[in-house]
Nanobody
Framework: QVQLVESGGGLVQAGDSLRLSCAASGRTFSDYHMGWFRQAPGKEREFVAGIMTLGGRTYYGDSAKGRFTISRDNAKNTGYLQMISLKPEDTAVYYC?????????????????WGQGTQVTVSS
């Protein structure tokens, strides 16, 4: 199983940028697709972005399109989520997750491992 640790969250102001990182260990990171999700208080966990094993194709949820960019560096066993023009409604705990094989990126049930999450708070 892959162990995932997110970092890079924090308190920022509206309009600021953040880059989240997801460090993987335990198995070959490049064998796994990777996704980012977020969960705000009282809400369902929401798909943000996904990237295939070799980084060739990316997918975004509606809330992320145009502002967030997912990427990965398999040599460093690390995935990233670059976020710009942050809004207060982006406030949430952000999670990375990995899965293998054929699955739908927005489907939470398709992932094999999850990180513990990193808090992002955007003040207005």
């Amino acid at each position: 199983q892959v162990q995932l640790v997110e970092s890079g969250g924090g308190l920022v102001q509206a309009g600021d940028s953040l880059r989240l990182s997801c460090a993987a260990s335990g198995r070959t990171f490049s064998d796994y697709h990777m996704g980012w999700f977020r969960q705000a208080p009282g809400k369902e966990r929401e798909f943000v972005a996904g990237i295939m094993t070799l980084g060739g194709r990316t997918y975004y949820g509606d809330s992320a399109k145009g502002r967030f960019t997912i990427s990965r560096d398999n040599a460093k066993n690390t995935g990233y989520l670059q976020m710009i023009s942050l809004k207060p409604e982006d406030t949430a705990v952000y999670y990375c997750a990995v899965g293998r094989g054929s699955f739908s990126f927005p489907d939470k049930g398709g992932y094999d491992s999850w990180g513990q999450g990193t808090q992002v708070t955007v003040s207005s």
